[in-house]
């Protein structure tokens, strides 16, 4: 009943004898490695560029502000490797914050519709690890089961990810980070086409897909020594441990989520700490959701677009003429959680629509991000525990 | 139903009104065609129970039962005016053009139940989706044993699809049973709520080897479930089909999803048992 087909982009595993002409080796590794001098790491934007991507690369704002902005002559010199991941997610490149669908027009009672596309080659340069993983989800969403979403999949095909592997403790690491739970990052395993880890004055590229491959011609990429994969191991190592919010429980509470285990009370909670602003939504990397609205842009021509849309907000389910059958606020809290963390939907896509970025928690007023949530129904489930050993 | 590779799942067909009939108050039927006849013939593949998304340009798009049987040649929608969209649906004038995609969902799986009794139960507008089973089970005779049909409005003015119902009370083939809340207009028939029916003198509701359909509102689907519970149904045997705000039809815009369905792509037909393990007001 369900289909799954790969999303573009995953390549297949290598053949053995794919494994021998890459240089493989018996390691169980399809991924190939490169050393880059540090000066020359922003020369992969120049190639992209020069390759006809658009590049996006995140850059610094004031203080904590950071954004992904398109890299043109001018501000190239300031994207930044190390830098707390931006808030607003690089999903709006796949999946923009509202995007025509159709453009339909009005001549002599004759209805014209015409869908429209946009086709641009994209790179993002310097995705994190649980981007990444959120732009995988939506590819499992909108390209896998019955129904193929074509504007997705035109943005989708046309990008080629520069995951930057999260290094720096203080620049890289949030408050609010835990990839590490959700078992996405700092490095990401798959699903980008090319990975840059700072080894200090050099970086470790790898490719995860022919087209990351292919970028390694380009002389700037030298051969990388065992030595090198060696460092990048104890990196990684270190930087496991260097991680503030540790949601050790999540797995847990996937469990308890999917089987129905979570009290009305703890849920009634949670709601009453939701102020209903959607925050939580617009910054999630992994949010599907949107709406289509028809808006009149002249006399005879209307055009539909899709909105993203928040199932925190008390209209998303409100049918015509009144009825809500989510009236309370905890209902809403509650469906986003268990659409989130509910196995029944981990299966359905093979990807968990939770990456572990952290941005919820840093947006909400309400502290109900998914780690404030993960602990709250820990804790319940704590006091609520039945079994209690009989001193006999 | 799966969609070919390349195919836009949100681009809607032009349909162009053939001609609109008054049913009740705010309900009108539309029939429609598809401009282009293929289209036409694809759409005519839909099963009972499933449903359609119908674009008014400029207003909106929203999800629509079937009415008609796949067994019938006329496709139409039958509307109640309660939003923006089907408001500018019932301006619309013969010859006028909207568009439709789909058919979508599930529908109910009439091949399964061949060889069973059937029970429909209705109140109000939903009969709606429910009329394409029965023209289908009829069209479908010998397939099926008894089939009753209950069926309650508030007058008896509110009596959906009236000429249907005139045959089904005449045909050997359906005992039809009618009741409304309040008699008017000469009415003879049963006064009370639907449930009323199945203990009246003569009524024999069959139990074993038949599924029963049960739609309509909210207070309606509630007591009726209680009364086929207490009458020996398992929550599997009865079946309905359920109504959720929706954008795309296709399970992408999240706002039918409950539970762990979403209504679109796996329902909009669920047992009893699934709607409550679903855990969301009907």
Redesign the interface.
């Known amino acids: 009943m369900f289909?799954h087909p790969l999303p573009p982009n995953v390549p297949p595993s290598p053949t053995p004898a794919e494994r021998e002409r890459r240089g493989l080796g018996g390691r169980g590794s399809k991924f190939i490695a490169r050393i880059i001098a540090r000066t020359d790491v922003l020369k992969i934007v120049d190639l992209l560029r020069q390759q006809g991507h658009e590049v996006i690369a995140p850059f610094c704002g004031r203080g904590r502000d950071s954004f992904f902005d398109t890299v043109t002559d001018e501000n190239r010199s300031a994207v930044e490797l190390h830098l707390p991941n931006p808030y607003y997610p690089p999903k709006r490149f796949v999946l923009p914050h509202i995007e025509r669908?159709?453009k339909?027009r009005?001549i002599n009672?004759?209805?014209h519709?015409e869908?429209t596309y946009t086709e641009q080659k994209r790179a993002i340069f310097g995705i994190r690890s649980c981007d990444v993983a959120g732009i995988y989800h939506l590819d499992r969403?909108?390209l896998g089961?019955?129904?193929?979403?074509?504007?997705y999949e035109k943005h989708r095909k046309n990008l080629f990810l520069v995951n930057v592997v999260c290094t720096d403790p203080n620049r890289d690491i949030g408050e609010e980070c835990f990839c590490v739970c959700a078992d996405t990052g700092p490095a990401a395993r798959d699903h980008f086409d090319l990975q840059l880890m700072d080894l200090g004055d050099e970086f470790m590229a790898v490719a995860g897909t022919p087209a990351g491959e292919a970028m390694f011609t380009n002389p700037i990429f030298k051969k990388a020594a065992e030595a090198h994969v060696e460092r990048r191991r104890a990196i990684l190592d270190e930087v496991r441990k260097r991680f503030k919010t540790t949601t050790s429980w999540f797995p847990a509470t996937v469990r308890y989520i999917s089987q129905g285990n979570i009290l009305e009370k703890t849920w009634e909670e949670i709601g009453n700490r939701c102020l209903e602003c959607g925050g939580c939504t617009y910054v999630c990397p992994a949010c599907?959701?949107?709406?289509?609205?028809?808006r009149?842009v002249g006399p005879d021509e209307?055009e539909?677009v899709?909105i993203w849309?928040s199932?925190a907000l008390g209209g998303?389910?409100?049918?015509?003429?009144g009825f809500n059958?989510?009236r309370a606020v905890h209902?809403r809290r509650n469906?986003r959680f268990?659409?989130k963390l509910?196995h029944?939907?981990i299966q359905r896509e093979l990807s968990m629509a939770c990456v572990g970025c952290g941005r919820c928690a840093a947006v909400c007023h309400g502290d109900i991000g998914m780690p404030s949530v993960v602990e709250m129904i820990r804790r319940a489930t704590a006091e609520n525990d039945k079994i209690a050993p009989q001193p006999i | 139903m799966t969609a070919s590779a390349t195919e836009n799942i949100y681009l809607p067909k032009l349909a162009v009104l053939d001609r609109v009939t008054d049913d009740i108050a705010e309900v009108k039927t539309f029939h429609w065609h598809f401009e282009n006849a293929e289209e036409q013939k694809k759409f005519k593949r839909f099963r009972p129970g499933q449903f359609a998304q119908v674009s008014l340009f400029g207003v909106g798009e929203f999800p629509a039962s079937l009415p008609p049987s796949p067994t019938e040649d006329e496709t139409f929608f039958t509307i109640r005016q309660v939003g923006s969209c089907t408001a500018a649906l019932h301006q619309l004038k013969p010859g006028d053009k909207f568009a439709v995609r789909g058919p979508y969902g599930n529908g109910f799986p009439m091949e399964d139940y061949y060889g069973k009794n059937l029970v429909f139960v209705a109140g109000g507008i939903g009969l709606i989706p429910l009329r394409s089973c029965i023209i289908y089970a009829l069209a479908h005779r010998d397939k099926f044993q008894r089939i009753q049909i209950f069926y309650g409005s508030k007058t008896p003015k509110e009596l959906m699809y009236q000429p249907n119902l005139r045959e089904w009370e005449k045909s050997a083939g359906v005992e039809c049973y009618l009741t409304v809340d309040r008699a008017a207009n000469g009415w003879t028939g049963n006064v009370g709520v639907v449930g009323s029916l199945f203990k009246k003198p003569g009524v024999q509701v069959p139990v074993d080897n038949t599924v029963a359909f049960v739609c309509g509102p909210p207070i309606m689907f509630r007591f009726v479930i209680k009364d086929l519970l207490a009458m020996g149904f398992s929550e599997q045997n009865i079946v309905s089909t359920l109504e959720r705000y929706m954008k795309c039809g296709v399970g992408k815009c999240g706002h039918c999803c409950i539970g762990v369905a979403y209504v679109c792509v796996d329902g909009p037909v669920f047992t009893y048992e699934q709607i409550k393990k679903l855990g969301e007001d009907i």
């Open positions: 289909s669908l159709l339909v009005r009672g004759d209805i519709m869908p969403f909108y089961r019955d129904f193929r979403d074509i504007y599907t959701c949107f709406t289509v609205s028809d009149q209307i539909r899709r849309d199932c998303f389910t409100r049918m015509a003429g059958p989510r209902d469906r268990f659409r509910a029944y939907f």
